[in-house]
C-alpha cells in the first residue's frame, strides 16, 4: 500500500472513530503533499512523501524549541502531538550502530576519505537512510568521520 494510501485510509479511519485531533493532522498531511503536487504538477511517490513528512518534522521540531523558548508549553504541545502523529508514518529510525555502517560503506564507496569527498558521501547516506534519520545529525557525524 503506498504512503498516500494509508493515510487516506486512517484519515477515513479517524473520521469514524471521531479523533479529531489526528484527523486534523492528517489533513495537514495530505494538504502539504497535495501542495507539493500542485506546485510541481508531479505525482509524488513513496520516497517524494517522506520527503514532505520529514520536512514537516523538521518544523514541528524547530517550532517547539521556539515555543519552549518563549515560555509557550501550550503551543509546544500541540506541536509535540502533531510531531508524533506525523512521526508514525516514517520507517524505523536507525540505530546509531546501523548508521556508522551505513556512512563507513559511503565512504569506501567515495573511494576517498578527505573533507572533499563529504557531497558524495552524504549523496550515498542520504539515499539510503531517506525518512529514517536526521540528516542534520548524519552530516556532523560525516565530517567527523572525514575529519579524523
Given at each position: 500500500m503506498s504512503m498516500k494510501q494509508r493515510l487516506t485510509d486512517d484519515m477515513k479511519a479517524a473520521m469514524k472513530a471521531g479523533e479529531k485531533d489526528r484527523l486534523g493532522v492528517i489533513r495537514l498531511i495530505n494538504a502539504a503533499i497535495k501542495q507539493r503536487e500542485v506546485d510541481e504538477r508531479i505525482a509524488l511517490d513513496d520516497a517524494q512523501v517522506l520527503a514532505v513528512l520529514e520536512k514537516m518534522v523538521k518544523q514541528r521540531k524547530d517550532s517547539i524549541a521556539q515555543y519552549e523558548a518563549a515560555g509557550r508549553e501550550d503551543l509546544?504541545?500541540?506541536?509535540?502531538?502533531?510531531?508524533?502523529?506525523?512521526?508514525?508514518?516514517?520507517?524505523?529510525p536507525l540505530g546509531d550502530a546501523e548508521l556508522d555502517a551505513l556512512i563507513d560503506a559511503a565512504i569506501a564507496e567515495a573511494g576517498t576519505a578527505g573533507p572533499q569527498a563529504m557531497g558524495k558521501v552524504m549523496?550515498?547516506?542520504?539515499?539510503?537512510?531517506?525518512?529514517?534519520?536526521?540528516?542534520g545529525a548524519v552530516s556532523q557525524r560525516v565530517k567527523a568521520r572525514l575529519a579524523g
Open positions: 509546544a504541545g500541540v506541536e509535540r502531538a502533531e510531531l508524533a502523529v506525523i512521526q508514525g508514518y516514517l520507517p524505523e549523496a550515498a547516506v542520504k539515499a539510503a537512510a531517506a525518512g529514517r534519520a536526521d540528516m
